[in-house]
């Protein structure tokens, strides 16, 4: 993998919460794996899982 000093990748994590369907995003923290049980929701008592991992490159 090749890193550039020019460019920031800035990753993601969407949550999901099966029980009331809303979704968060928050910034990756080194672990998450998609699918897997995630943390509380915050706006019912349901648990998130983790429903998408993306990436975005910054140019500067
Ligand atoms: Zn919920």
Redesign the pocket.
């Known amino acids: 993998m090749i890193f550039s000093k020019e460019k920031t990748t800035l990753a993601y994590t969407i949550e999901k919460?099966p029980?009331?369907?809303?979704l968060h995003k928050r910034d990756f923290s080194e672990g998450d794996i998609l699918f897997t049980i995630s943390s509380k929701?915050?706006?019912?008592?349901?648990i998130?899982t983790i429903e998408k991992i993306f990436g975005e490159i910054l140019e500067r």
């Open positions: 919460c029980k009331c369907e809303k929701c915050t706006f019912c008592d349901g998130t």
